[in-house]
């Protein structure tokens, strides 16, 4: 699913006003409590306060509990933003400099008692207290990045904050402000057409103010928004469950084909339907793969991305489901991810991290040991492609001829390592210039695929004569550790949030640290190129994005890895499934409809 977007597509997506699933107004929801899907995930959540964390799956859940002012139509191939709680597309003015939303009246946020018993409408103000939370130095946004130096007067905000310790709520911002009850207006420093692609990513839901301040430091297990679903039970990293919001007012399911086959059937199926269906919503995290796979046919989960174990149990040589699978009524959607994976430096660790040039040559032979084409053979059973830049196929900046310039060569890694001092010792492992042991310690964790990867770097890493330790946690706690700088080595991936080359860039961009730049990677190379490239519009990036790609492979904060193809396995009466290019969660797009009802 390749998507390239221009700024020509983009005034025209963004001026008609779409009513593709519109929500219908001051309707309950149709959700029915019969109905529960069973879903996994592979690593746990880290609680649901999307402006403290870039955790995918705590990602997730925050998606269909708190409500964007834009969304992505479901079905639509590039992808495209239809209202959400907004009563249209905006107005847009100054050539995408100034945005201006009408809020539907009328929509409400789940009772609590934060509320203290009254009724909390949704209300423009409510958008403009999640952007403060994300301006918020405190706070340590990941987000942050998205809107810096983008809303007018906001950084001047965050640098009375930074000088005074204490950001205040109360202050007017030029950039974000709300016009009236339901209009809110935003003025950028500069004319950007993505920018709304910004406003439909998690973070930017709209939150009550009085249920932070009432939960506080609690406000990630609390999580009270308007959408289609509410937190029922947590159970961290075990369990959540969510349930149907019972004041929400739906939405028709009336979206689209693209003309495939798939798209045929899911509008021939789904159309007219009253959404949400579903009336509960059970995750499980279940880090081990073959518990995942054997979970799936059991039936205990409603569907799944095949584990690379169980590729050859589910698919025939081209890659479809066997005739065992297709016989139990199972079906498979296989989409290429709009994502990057990783091995990510600490550069500020003693061992790899640094600017000088021996730590450099650690680095890039490091990365020269990883025999990428064994990869993708071993641990993706072949449902991969190498990354070979920052930005992925599927978002605007990719550049599909570019190439990296490290790839795969022990011979030369071990003549760089020779080069700069870094002699073997008796055992075979390489030490210091100063004759002290070198070991890389590498963050991991338990899962099948975990150990995998940490036997593939162990045998590139032997080749080449270092010595490595793998440290086996768990997600969040490796998660943790990487955004307070306090880790080695350890693999990562990042998904689009939006479909811009920017959500990579900010990854390794300085100001990022301690929020989304996890390698705590700071070049004023890198720094520059990130600037200027946020100066220009979007469609005229890529030579930009292309030159932090090769600044990354002149310091190598990170070890580019690949891009994998997720094959999806359905559960026969699962209705209305497909994997969005860019949204994680479709939980409210789907129907469950017992085989013998078909």
Not at 38 to 61: C, E, H, L, Q
Not at 448 to 461: A, C, H, T
Request: one cysteine or more; charged letters at 20%; a positive charge.
């Amino acid at each position: 699913m390749s998507i390239t977007l221009k700024p020509q597509f983009l005034k025209v997506a963004l001026i008609a006003v779409m009513i593709t699933g519109m929500p219908v107004s001051h309707a309950k929801t149709p959700a029915q409590a019969d109905k529960v899907l069973r879903v996994a995930f592979p690593a746990p959540d880290d609680g649901f306060d999307m402006v403290k964390t870039s955790n995918f799956y705590s990602g997730n859940i925050a998606d269909v509990i708190f409500e964007r002012l834009l969304q992505y139509d479901y079905l639509a191939n590039p992808v495209k933003l239809v209202p959400a709680t907004a009563q249209s597309l905006p107005v847009i003015k100054k050539n995408g400099q100034v945005y201006t939303f009408k809020i539907k009246p009328g929509i409400y946020f789940t009772d609590d008692p934060a509320f203290k018993g009254k009724r909390r409408e949704l209300v423009a103000e409510d958008y403009v207290y999640a952007v403060k939370r994300i301006l918020d130095p405190k706070n340590h946004a990941p987000s942050f990045s998205f809107i810096d130096n983008k809303l007018l007067g906001a950084n001047a905000l965050v640098e009375q904050a930074n000088k005074t310790g204490k950001f205040d709520y109360d202050a007017p911002i030029e950039g974000v402000k709300a016009l009236d009850k339901y209009t809110i207006q935003f003025t950028l420093t500069q004319p950007d057409y993505n920018f709304p692609y910004i406003l439909a990513y998690s973070t930017f839901g709209a939150t009550a103010r009085e249920v932070v301040e009432y939960y506080k430091d609690r406000i990630g297990m609390h999580p009270v928004g308007t959408g289609p679903y509410m937190l029922g039970k947590y159970v961290p990293r075990s369990k959540i469950e969510l349930v149907a919001n019972p004041d929400y007012r739906g939405f028709i399911w009336n979206f689209k084909s693209t003309g495939t086959a798939w798209d045929n059937q899911l509008v021939k199926q789904m159309s007219g339907k009253h959404m949400p269906q579903i009336g509960k919503v059970t995750v499980s995290i279940i880090e081990e793969e073959q518990s995942r796979w054997l979970a799936f046919q059991s039936k205990q989960l409603d569907f799944d991305s095949l584990t690379a174990n169980a590729i050859a149990k589910a698919l025939d040589q081209n890659n479809q489901l066997n005739a065992e699978m297709q016989k139990k009524g199972i079906r498979l959607y296989a989409n290429k991810e709009a994502e990057v994976t990783y091995t990510m430096f600490n550069m500020r660790d003693p061992v790899v991290g640094g600017s000088s040039l021996d730590k450099i040559a650690l680095r890039r032979a490091i990365a020269m040991s990883l025999n990428m084409n064994e990869y993708i053979r071993i641990l993706r059973k072949g449902q991969a492609v190498k990354a070979e830049m920052l930005v992925p196929a599927g978002v605007n900046g990719h550049n599909p001829d570019y190439r990296s310039s490290i790839g795969y060569n022990p011979v030369l890694a071990n003549k760089l390592l020779d080069h700069f001092g870094y002699k073997k010792a008796a055992d075979g492992y390489r030490t210091f210039p100063n004759g002290k042991p070198l070991t890389l310690k590498i963050n991991t964790e338990s899962s099948s695929s975990s150990v995998i990867y940490s036997e593939l770097w162990k045998k590139g890493l032997d080749a080449i004569g270092i010595r490595a330790d793998f440290k086996v946690s768990n997600f969040a706690d490796n998660l943790k550790a990487a955004f307070q700088c306090k880790y080695m080595m350890w693999g990562g991936a990042w998904h689009a949030d939006y479909p811009e080359g920017e959500n990579f860039a900010q990854l390794l961009y300085g100001a990022n640290v301690g929020r989304g730049n996890l390698s705590c990677y700071q070049s004023v190379a890198y720094d520059a190129l990130y600037q200027n490239a946020m100066k220009l519009p979007p469609d005229q990036r890529m030579p930009f994005y292309e030159k932090m790609s090769r600044q990354i492979e002149a310091d190598n904060p990170w070890v580019l890895q690949d891009t994998r193809n997720r094959n999806w396995v359905i559960q026969p009466e699962i209705q209305g499934f497909k994997a969005h290019p860019i949204m994680s969660t479709n939980w409210q797009y789907l129907d469950i409809v017992p085989t013998q009802k078909k």
